[in-house]
């Protein structure tokens, strides 16, 4: 009974081990063909470093203002009893705008008006009683003098009623309407912004070391998030004699004729000066930078081994400088004739399998459509 036993557990152990060293040579074979398997290459696109000409410019950040601009507002307070315009037209220098109530104003007028056509009833009958010596010359002063004054009086009144007809001070576009009809306002009460339009203003500060290399009369262009793939011309109009003595920057103003009215005063702009200079640069799409804490880099495609047709990227950092559209000038890192991967860099890491294909990749273009930002 125990020798069967006993031969039961050896065939059962004799199993088992056989079992085991199947396992273990299945599982040697598995381990050998991941360390021989080589996952598929990556599909990339690719584009050349080369060398350019490209014009030196000066950014900056600038704010719109308009040539002129105001927020109308009355001399004299009163009743508003007429509005002559509408919120955002258009006008023109010298259109009546609002009208304040002169009942009272009109009332003094005409007594006024009166007291001086008598005046000068009186005093053009002296000057023909002077000539005949019928009175004296101190009474003929007199009458003159109070002529004068009559005269004065009235005008103040005009005046006054001129100063209650409020008028746009020159042409340019209205804002919205501060006031409304039958409102009592005072002095100085803002009634409705005005500004001109065309030409505009763009106000910007350079740092104190470019001031060398700008002039009036160099072209300026200018950029602005409200008009994606729009940009303005202008040309600097004036420099600040003096510098800021906080930030040692100075002041300077371009003139943009913005005839279709799309820079609005207080808008923000970028701008860049541009330079009657050239400079030579290495040029790559901005798609191929890809940007870490730790710098930029770039995945230059090479050949895996001499004479093989495999390609394999290989990642070096680079120092970027200039953009223009969508293209990035290089400092540092590469040379003209550099192949670097310009589409699908975010899948890729250093030493892997590519292919090419560059077919599907967007071109890259100098003037693209949005800008660059």
Do not use: C
């Not at 001399?75 to 315009?85: L, Q, R």
């Not at 899948?347 to 100098?366: F, H, Y």
Request: hydrophobic share 45%; net charge neutral; charged share 20%.
């Amino acid at each position: 009974m125990k020798i069967k036993l006993l031969a039961g557990i050896l065939i059962v152990i004799a199993v088992a081990g056989g079992l085991a060293v199947v396992k273990a040579l299945q599982i040697k074979t598995l381990i050998g063909a991941a360390a021989l398997f080589a996952p598929p290459p990556e599909t990339v696109a690719t584009a050349t470093a080369r060398a350019e000409q490209w014009p030196e410019t000066i950014p900056a950040v600038g704010s719109v203002s308009a040539a002129q601009g105001v927020t109308v507002a009355p001399e004299i307070g009163g009743t508003v009893t007429e509005i002559a315009f509408e919120s955002g037209a258009t006008v023109k220098a010298g259109d009546l705008l609002l009208r304040l109530d002169t009942s009272s104003e009109e009332a003094q007028l005409r007594a006024a008006q009166a007291q001086a056509d008598l005046a000068a009833f009186n005093a053009e009958r002296n000057r023909k009683l002077r000539e005949d010596k019928t009175v004296s010359q101190s009474e003929l002063d007199v009458t003159e003098a109070t002529l004068k004054q009559a005269q004065a009086n009235a005008d103040a009144i005009r005046a006054v009623i001129a100063k209650k007809n409020i008028r746009a001070p020159f042409a340019g576009r209205l804002g919205i309407r501060l006031v409304n009809l039958g409102e009592q306002i005072t002095t100085g009460q803002g009634l409705v912004s005005l500004q001109s339009l065309s030409p505009v203003f763009v106000d910007f500060s350079l740092p104190q070391q470019e001031l060398a290399r700008v002039q009036t009369g160099l072209t300026l262009r200018a950029f602005s998030d409200s008009y994606a793939g729009k940009t303005f011309t202008g040309e600097i109009a004036a420099i600040n004699p003096d510098f800021d003595p906080v930030t040692r920057s100075v002041r300077v103003r371009a003139k943009f004729v913005n005839a279709d009215e799309l820079l609005r005063a207080g808008m923000f702009v970028r701008v860049e000066i541009v330079l009657p200079v050239q400079s030579p640069v290495l040029v790559i799409p901005a798609t191929a930078v890809l940007s870490a804490p730790y710098g930029d880099s770039v995945f230059v495609v090479t050949p895996a081994a001499a004479g093989s047709t495999n390609l394999i990227a290989q990642q070096k950092f680079i120092r970027t400088g200039r953009t223009h559209g969508d293209f990035v000038s290089v400092e540092t890192g590469l040379n003209v004739g550099d192949r670097v991967v310009a589409a699908g860099v975010f899948k890729l890491r250093n030493g892997m399998a590519v292919k090419e294909n560059n077919t599907l990749a967007p071109k890259s273009s100098e003037t693209p459509t949005p800008p660059n930002s």
